[in-house]
């Protein structure tokens, strides 16, 4: 019981754990997606954190920088963030809703996900 716990508060401290290759594997899904943020929004940070601990390389875009804000009102269709951008082989996603995205990132990426 004790040990658990003890895992449980490790965990929230310490990024996912994966081997090497199982690392890679995550790596290559995550080269299709892309978090367009702001760097004070409490919302991005709640993401980022969810990021942080599933251990991803995920692409941050600052809408305040370069071409990311008008980017994301012209192809996402609003400036709101977070929005995570998922290029899916035929087409591109714009997911707008914090709950949504640490959702999602946790299904995939997760400690119980498949890959
Ligand atoms: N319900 C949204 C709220 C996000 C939100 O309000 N983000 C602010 C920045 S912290 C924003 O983009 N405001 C501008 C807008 O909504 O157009 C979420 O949970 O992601």
């Not at 990024?15 to 995550?26: A, E, F, G, K, M």
């Not at 919302?43 to 990021?51: M, S």
């Not at 809408?63 to 980017?71: A, K, V």
Request: one cysteine or more; a positive charge; charged letters at 20%.
């Amino acid at each position: 019981m004790t040990g658990q716990v003890f895992n449980w508060l490790r965990g929230l401290f310490r990024p996912l754990h994966r081997s090497s290759q199982h690392q890679q594997q995550v790596d290559a899904e995550t080269q299709h997606l892309a978090l367009y943020h702001l760097p004070l929004c409490s919302y991005c940070l709640y993401v980022r954190r969810t990021i942080w601990r599933l251990n991803l390389n995920i692409e941050q875009r600052n809408i305040l920088e370069g071409q990311w804000g008008n980017e994301l009102r012209s192809e996402g269709g609003k400036t709101q963030t977070p929005c995570l951008q998922i290029r899916h082989p035929d087409r591109t996603e714009w997911m707008y809703e914090s709950a949504e995205i640490t959702q999602y990132l946790k299904q995939r990426f997760g400690a119980n996900s498949k890959i």
